[in-house]
């Protein structure tokens, strides 16, 4: 059975760091590109950041680019996000989820919820 | 990129079919045969329901069709049951890596 499980979100002041993780289980982690995602407060989905297999190639969101960092580490079958220099709009649920390509995500972690406020 | 543009809510009765569109550009809906629907309920992550615009995941019923016209996705549930009163998402690749979503229709089941 696919699982995937995200930890590491919480409550965070503005310009702060976190540093999300997701670990799978139930497929061959190395053979997927892996998303993160996000859903805001109003219910709007997110695409955030994507790597590939290998972890030789990544892609972001125009409002997180510079900002945050997707990293994966096969051996454990965990994807990362590190986020920093946290905005307000950057509050919400965040999912990790398995890409078939193309974006088109099969598989969905329950989320962590980030929030960020003084 | 804008979001995709789908209607904030939609009705039908049991047994009933009801249609859901997911409005872009020849950016994103129109430039690629990528679209894809997520169905989610209260306090659940997302489910994939179509892909690749009218793929269907193995387990998902084929109640759910799906189909694309120029910039404009439409996802069609027919013979409506309860269970399927649930947000849903479209979304489309968009080029450059980049992928985009809907603003989601909250389907309401009479």
């Known amino acids: 059975e696919v699982q995937l499980v995200e930890s590491g979100g919480g409550l965070v002041q503005p310009g702060g760091s976190l540093r999300l993780s997701c670990t799978a289980s139930g497929f061959i982690f190395s053979n997927y590109w892996m998303d993160w995602v996000r859903q805001t407060p109003e219910k709007r989905l997110e695409w955030v950041a994507n790597i590939m297999k290998d972890g030789g190639h990544k892609n972001y969101a125009d409002s997180v680019k510079g900002r945050f960092t997707i990293s994966r580490d096969n051996a454990k079958d965990s994807v990362y996000l590190q986020m920093d220099n946290l905005r307000a709009e950057d509050t919400g649920v965040y999912y990790c989820?398995?890409?078939?390509?193309?974006?088109?995500?099969?598989?969905w972690g329950q989320g962590t919820l980030v929030t960020v406020s003084s | 990129q804008s979001a995709l543009t789908q209607p904030p809510s939609a009705s039908g009765s049991p047994g009933q079919s009801v249609t859901i569109s997911c409005t872009g550009t020849?950016?994103?809906?129109?430039?690629?045969?990528?679209v894809t629907w997520y169905q989610q309920h209260p306090g659940k992550a997302p489910k994939l329901i179509i892909y690749e615009v009218s793929k269907r995941p193995s387990g998902v019923p084929d109640r759910f069709s799906a189909s694309k016209s120029a910039n404009t996705a439409s996802l069609t549930v027919s013979g409506l049951q309860a269970e399927d009163e649930a947000d849903y998402y479209c979304s489309s690749f968009a080029g450059a890596k980049q992928m985009v979503f809907g603003g989601g229709t909250k389907l309401t089941v009479l």
């Open positions: 020849s950016s994103d809906v129109g430039g690629y045969n990528y």
């Open positions: 989820a398995r890409d078939l390509d193309y974006h088109v995500n099969d598989f």
